[in-house]
């Protein structure tokens, strides 16, 4: 029985998503949308909608299922040929049928990264390539690719979320009288879809000649310099990486041009599809970050701290534990993003982590060892050896792909002696460059501070977060520093992580100034292990060079970090 679909003039509110939809529809090479947003909000009924109206280069919808495998995607051997006539042949995948088509991906941000590997190869060639299994096959594979996330369960992979040419975020607030008239028009759908499909019918076939006009206009559209100007300026203002935007966004006001039939890009197509194109490239949440000048100086608002007057000085002239304990908490504004230069062989942080993490320790264990196999049967091979065999079939299994998952666990002191000079600034600076490196590569991230004599969970296990800087800027500096508790904690969280995940990689991030009375020995991380010295001032006692002996951790100094 031929299941019908919700018409697209029904679908109660979303003008977001109809109108990149209807653009999408007149330009698929728009390069498809990203709709960010909650549960029942007509995502998917808009998406099968669309299909229906049976417009040139959509009249198709393929939908690729969270827990899909590599051959359901892209295709692989036909079994029943193989073992039915011994010839080998290919039986096409998702990719295959999506083929001027609609690939609709829901919560595409929890697709393994080795399917994200695969949408992006046949994103950016139009073409799918197979070599696997004893087959060497290639097929177009060009789609408009519908991706739909629930941000609260995580990020989207840098990489993919460029390939969308628009982005949406939905927020399901419908009026009263709105939820009313979706729930009428669903019940009758379901009581008479025939009937409520044929009262649609004439505005579905108004959109469907809008559509095809539209794109049969799209080729003569004009765009002037001062339009293109305009783009341009306002990508630079938003800060948007790269030129793909810029691109993107003329082609949007070109298919809006032409669907309100006119020949001539305007500034009302290039504002109606400004929020479309930007929504996902903005650049600009925060604020910039502070200049470095060469002879920093402490903040002026509040003011340095000062001892008070029962203040106690140790033999090297630097204020004890017990005086920073005594200041009120206050903030240090994050400084400009730093990263750690590489140095030959040794590798330093942040943007040498992962190439440390890749050759570093696994759990306690040196070297990189075999992957392990996957649930995945090479079917080839089990084949080809089933064949040398007596009897019976012997299944062969791949090994898994793609790189370790890897953890950065980063302990950042908090403590009031943290503030002289611009210490705290510039290691928040360098948290922020850990997390941008970390997000970039699709690592995870812990964020522990310790200080104000308290060991507090910046933040949570998770996908490293694209903007850092503003939860930084908020974090209060002050009391003493319980840096044995902190790496307990560290420790303890490091064992359960590796009981769930064993092939996970963890590298252990302390920065501190090494000011902490605490007797640190006995203490092991599992990992691998870095601090980085923020210790500042024309005395310095070197605890942190001690602490990371201690630790049998990698020793740097803030002073080899860079600006990014």
């Given at each position: 029985m031929?299941?019908?679909n919700?018409p697209?003039?029904?679908?109660v509110g979303q003008a977001?998503?109809?109108?990149?939809?209807?653009l999408?529809?007149i330009?698929?090479?728009?390069g498809g949308?990203l709709?960010?947003g909650p549960?029942?909000s007509a995502?998917?009924?808009?998406?099968r909608?669309l299909a229906d109206?049976?417009?040139?280069?959509?009249?198709?919808?393929?939908?690729?299922?969270?827990g899909a495998?590599?051959?359901?995607?892209?295709?692989s051997?036909?079994?029943?040929?193989?073992?039915?006539?011994q010839?080998?042949?290919?039986?096409?995948?998702l990719?295959?049928?999506?083929?001027r088509?609609?690939l609709?991906?829901?919560?595409?941000?929890?697709?393994p990264d080795?399917l994200?590997?695969?949408?992006l190869?046949a994103?950016?060639?139009g073409?799918n390539?197979?070599?696997r299994?004893?087959?060497?096959?290639q097929h177009?594979?060009?789609?408009t690719l519908?991706?739909?996330?629930?941000p609260?369960e995580?990020?989207l992979?840098?990489?993919?979320?460029?390939?969308?040419?628009?982005?949406?975020a939905?927020?399901n607030?419908?009026s009263v009288h709105?939820?009313m008239e979706?729930?009428r028009?669903?019940?009758d759908?379901?009581?008479n879809p025939?009937q409520?499909?044929?009262?649609?019918a004439k505005?579905?076939?108004?959109?469907?000649?809008n559509?095809?006009q539209?794109?049969?206009r799209?080729k003569?559209?004009?765009a002037?310099?001062?339009m293109?100007l305009q783009?341009?300026q306002?990508?630079?203002?938003a800060?948007v990486d790269g030129?793909?935007?810029d691109?993107?966004?003329?082609?949007?006001?070109q298919?809006?041009a032409a669907?309100q039939q006119?020949?001539?890009v305007?500034l009302e197509?290039?504002?109606?599809?400004e929020?479309?194109?930007?929504m996902h490239?903005?650049?600009?949440l925060?604020?910039?970050?502070p200049?470095?000048?060469?002879?920093?100086?402490?903040?002026?608002s509040?003011?340095?701290?000062?001892?008070?007057?029962d203040?106690k000085?140790?033999f090297q002239?630097?204020?004890?534990?017990q005086?920073?304990?005594?200041?009120?908490?206050t903030?240090?504004?994050t400084?400009?993003l730093?990263?750690?230069?590489?140095d030959?062989?040794?590798?330093?942080?942040s943007s040498?982590?992962?190439?440390?993490?890749?050759r570093?320790?696994?759990?306690?264990g040196?070297g990189?060892p075999?992957?392990?196999f996957?649930?995945?049967?090479n079917?080839?091979?089990?084949l080809?050896a089933s064949?040398h065999?007596?009897?019976g079939?012997?299944?062969r299994f791949?090994?898994?792909?793609?790189a370790d998952?890897?953890m950065?666990?980063?302990?950042l002191?908090?403590?009031?002696s943290?503030l002289l000079?611009?210490s705290?600034?510039?290691?928040?600076g360098?948290v922020a460059g850990i997390?941008?490196?970390?997000?970039?590569?699709?690592?995870?991230l812990?964020?522990?501070g310790?200080?104000n004599?308290?060991?507090c969970?910046?933040?949570?296990?998770?996908?490293?977060?694209?903007a850092m800087?503003?939860l930084?800027?908020g974090?209060?500096?002050g009391?003493?520093t319980p840096?044995?508790?902190a790496l307990e904690s560290?420790s303890?969280?490091?064992?359960r992580l590796?009981?769930r995940?064993?092939?996970i990689?963890?590298?252990n991030?302390i920065?501190t100034d090494?000011?902490?009375?605490q007797e640190?020995?006995?203490i092991q991380?599992?990992?691998q292990?870095i601090l980085?010295?923020?210790e500042?001032?024309?005395v310095k006692?070197?605890?942190?060079?001690?602490i990371?002996?201690l630790?049998?951790a990698q020793?740097?100094?803030?002073?080899?970090a860079?600006l990014?």
């Amino acid at each position: 029985m031929l299941e019908l679909n919700f018409p697209f003039t029904a679908v109660v509110g979303q003008a977001h998503v109809k109108l990149a939809l209807t653009l999408l529809a007149i330009d698929p090479a728009i390069g498809g949308v990203l709709v960010s947003g909650p549960r029942g909000s007509a995502k998917s009924t808009l998406a099968r909608s669309l299909a229906d109206l049976n417009i040139a280069n959509l009249n198709q919808l393929v939908t690729l299922p969270l827990g899909a495998s590599e051959e359901m995607v892209t295709g692989s051997l036909d079994l029943q040929k193989v073992l039915g006539e011994q010839h080998v042949q290919f039986a096409p995948g998702l990719l295959s049928k999506a083929h001027r088509g609609l690939l609709y991906v829901d919560e595409v941000n929890l697709l393994p990264d080795a399917l994200v590997d695969l949408l992006l190869d046949a994103a950016a060639s139009g073409v799918n390539h197979i070599e696997r299994d004893g087959i060497s096959h290639q097929h177009e594979a060009e789609f408009t690719l519908m991706g739909t996330m629930n941000p609260d369960e995580g990020e989207l992979r840098p990489q993919l979320l460029d390939r969308f040419g628009f982005g949406v975020a939905l927020e399901n607030t419908y009026s009263v009288h709105e939820r009313m008239e979706i729930v009428r028009r669903r019940q009758d759908f379901d009581a008479n879809p025939a009937q409520f499909l044929a009262t649609y019918a004439k505005p579905q076939q108004a959109l469907r000649a809008n559509i095809e006009q539209a794109q049969i206009r799209l080729k003569s559209i004009n765009a002037s310099d001062d339009m293109r100007l305009q783009i341009a300026q306002r990508c630079v203002a938003a800060q948007v990486d790269g030129v793909r935007g810029d691109l993107v966004w003329l082609r949007a006001a070109q298919a809006h041009a032409a669907l309100q039939q006119t020949n001539t890009v305007s500034l009302e197509d290039i504002d109606a599809v400004e929020e479309l194109v930007l929504m996902h490239r903005r650049n600009d949440l925060n604020a910039p970050n502070p200049p470095n000048p060469p002879n920093p100086q402490p903040p002026q608002s509040p003011p340095p701290f000062e001892r008070p007057k029962d203040s106690k000085v140790d033999f090297q002239g630097q204020s004890t534990e017990q005086d920073w304990g005594q200041m009120v908490p206050t903030k240090q504004p994050t400084g400009p993003l730093r990263q750690m230069e590489s140095d030959g062989d040794s590798p330093r942080t942040s943007s040498s982590i992962p190439a440390a993490a890749s050759r570093g320790l696994h759990g306690q264990g040196h070297g990189r060892p075999n992957k392990p196999f996957s649930k995945h049967i090479n079917w080839f091979s089990s084949l080809i050896a089933s064949r040398h065999k007596d009897s019976g079939i012997h299944l062969r299994f791949r090994r898994q792909r793609g790189a370790d998952p890897v953890m950065h666990l980063v302990l950042l002191d908090t403590s009031a002696s943290t503030l002289l000079g611009n210490s705290q600034s510039q290691a928040k600076g360098l948290v922020a460059g850990i997390a941008q490196h970390a997000y970039r590569a699709r690592q995870q991230l812990v964020l522990l501070g310790f200080g104000n004599d308290q060991v507090c969970e910046l933040y949570t296990q998770g996908r490293a977060p694209k903007a850092m800087t503003p939860l930084l800027n908020g974090i209060d500096v002050g009391g003493g520093t319980p840096l044995r508790q902190a790496l307990e904690s560290a420790s303890a969280f490091a064992t359960r992580l590796l009981r769930r995940s064993p092939g996970i990689r963890i590298i252990n991030t302390i920065i501190t100034d090494g000011r902490v009375q605490q007797e640190l020995s006995g203490i092991q991380l599992l990992g691998q292990s870095i601090l980085v010295d923020t210790e500042q001032g024309p005395v310095k006692r070197g605890r942190g060079q001690h602490i990371a002996h201690l630790l049998k951790a990698q020793y740097l100094t803030l002073s080899q970090a860079r600006l990014v």
